[in-house]
């Protein structure tokens, strides 16, 4: 088997019309040396149907694995496991690759012998765009700390291109998160001494709908704790807490600016 560059990897659950574009969206990068990996995590519709009925089932790059509704942490492992390009790129199944995005991916991992890149992306709201314009951090504590106060992510996991050495070598995705699976490997490889490079050019099309997962961050200030206990910089007393303050200040803020879309 001939190892390609990149392994796209996405997953999804019942989201055909979202998948279609993504797919196509990959399929459409000027780059051409990758696979593509569609994890069905216990689709209604199988996605080997819906890639079929959208006629994008027949090239030979993509390939369907399948798990029962498992959850995403699993089925982003499942896909890890299945991957044989050298660099994983993870694409949600609401997003769109912009039709560069792996060849300015590959110009900047060929310049910068880098291991782990996060992009710049266009958050896409009832038609119209806004670039996303992502922060560089000078060390990998200081991002952490980015990471775990910041209101807005730093980092968006979608577009993000991890060597698959470097997964594999400090675990892949920790599946007792529910949610927040991305996150939490970040501040997994932050804290391990991984400098992740920035690509200060967008590649990933985010659109933003009433299903993204994000509305549900009361709920996830539960996990939010828990990360901040596992990650937070120092032991001190009051970091840990002051932290979460933040945290919970800034998600609760965020919901109420959900409500009233």
């Given at each position: 088997m001939v190892q390609p560059t990149f392994t796209v990897c996405i997953v999804v659950r019942d989201r055909a019309v979202l998948l279609v574009n993504a797919v196509r969206s990959v399929l459409a990068n000027t780059f051409a040396d990758f696979e593509l990996?569609?994890?069905?995590?216990?689709?209604?519709?199988?996605v080997t149907t819906v890639l079929a009925e959208a006629k994008v089932a027949g090239d030979h790059r993509v390939r369907v694995v399948t798990q029962p509704p498992t959850g995403i942490a699993e089925a982003r492992n499942l896909g890890l496991r299945t991957a044989t390009g050298r660099y994983l790129t993870v694409l949600d199944s609401d997003d769109e690759l912009t039709p560069d995005a792996l060849a300015q991916l590959?110009?900047?991992l060929a310049e910068t012998d880098g291991s782990w890149v996060y992009a710049d992306y266009t958050e896409v709201s009832r038609g119209s765009g806004r670039l996303i314009r992502l922060p560089e951090y000078a060390s990998a504590r200081r991002m952490l700390i980015g990471v775990l106060t910041r209101p807005r992510l730093p980092f968006k996991h979608s577009g993000t291109t991890i060597d698959r050495r470097l997964?594999?070598?400090?675990g892949g995705y920790d599946e007792s998160f529910r949610l927040f699976e991305d996150i939490e490997l970040m501040l997994r490889a932050l804290k391990s001494g991984v400098h992740p490079c920035h690509l200060a050019h967008p590649i990933?099309?985010?659109h933003r709908h009433d299903g993204n997962v994000t509305r549900g961050r009361l709920a996830g200030l539960v996990f939010w704790f828990r990360l901040i206990e596992m990650y937070r910089?120092?032991?001190w007393p009051g970091v840990g807490l002051a932290i979460k303050a933040l945290r919970t200040l800034s998600e609760t803020g965020k919901w109420l600016v959900t409500l009233g879309r």
């Open positions: 990996v569609v994890v069905d995590d216990g689709s209604r519709i199988p590959h110009r900047l997964l594999d070598r400090i990933v099309r985010f910089p120092v032991r």
